[in-house]
T-cell receptor, first 115, second 114 residues
Framework: DAGVTQSPTHLIKTRGQQVTLRCSPI?????VSWYQQVLGQGPQFIFQ???????GRGNFPDRFSARQFPNYSSELNVNALLLGDSALYLC??????????????FGSGTRLTVV | AQKITQTQPGMFVQEKEAVTLDCTYD???????LFWYKQPSSGEMIFLIY??????QNATEGRYSLNFQKARKSANLVISASQLGDSAMYFC???????????FGKGTRLHILP
């Protein structure tokens, strides 16, 4: 079975541009969460989507948005890129909302560099 | 607010020795879960072990065990018989039962020496 798939793996963008990152969860998983990991730090929660509805949002500006599709895949969109948006963006999937027993599987991430 | 503190930025350990990675947490929630993840240079977060706040026994998964001391709000990871492949970043994390937001610490970089 395929794990959590993220694309692209690497991306270079210019300040002010917009970027879309994609995530395909494990088959059967209906919840997708997005995290931002700046170099030298732990991941920070951005969004969670379950059954195509936003269920949680972290402390990020409105330039960050996301959506989940009927097949449970998800896109994270970042507008008006800043240098500080350079980070590893991780996607995690789980079977349902409120999963407790370590049921969160992460992808390998998209490494975004803003120049 | 929830918070995870990992006080060891880096550790060097001889192969085959046991290693303890420290983690303390802060939360006002009564029901929560504690996790440890391993992140190799590839970037993927690999789940290692989970401990629920109401679990009375310390969690174990193969060479990994979680030393859970609830009163001290401590959740240290113990790796027995370390291997060269254990070299990676290790993150302690927690989430409350009421939502799916995982809070991570800053991590500890573990280097296993041959």
């Amino acid at each position: 079975d395929a794990g959590v798939t993220q694309s692209p793996t690497h991306l270079i963008k210019t300040r002010g541009q917009q970027v879309t990152l994609r995530c395909s969860p494990i088959s059967g998983h209906k919840s997708v969460s997005w995290y931002q990991q700046v170099l030298g730090q732990g991941p920070q929660f951005i969004f969670q989507y379950y059954e195509k509805e936003e269920r949680g949002r972290g402390n990020f500006p409105d330039r960050f948005s996301a959506r989940q599709f009927p097949n449970y895949s998800s896109e994270l969109n970042v507008n008006a890129l800043l240098l500080g948006d350079s980070a590893l963006y991780l996607c995690a999937s789980s079977l349902s909302f409120g999963q407790q027993l370590g049921g969160y599987t992460f992808g390998s991430g998209t490494r975004l560099t803003v120049v | 607010a929830q918070k995870i503190t990992q006080t060891q930025p880096g550790m060097f350990v001889q192969e085959k020795e046991a290693v303890t990675l420290d983690c303390t947490y802060d939360t006002s929630d009564q029901s929560y879960g504690l996790f440890w993840y391993k992140q190799p240079s590839s970037g993927e977060m690999i789940f290692l072990i989970y401990q629920g706040s109401y679990d009375e026994q310390n969690a174990t998964e193969g060479r990994y065990s979680l030393n859970f001391q609830k009163a001290r709000k401590s959740a240290n990871l113990v790796i027995s018989a370390s291997q060269l492949g254990d070299s990676a970043m290790y993150f302690c994390a927690m989430k409350a039962s009421r939502d799916d937001k995982i809070i991570f610490g800053k991590g500890t970089r573990l280097h296993i020496l041959p």
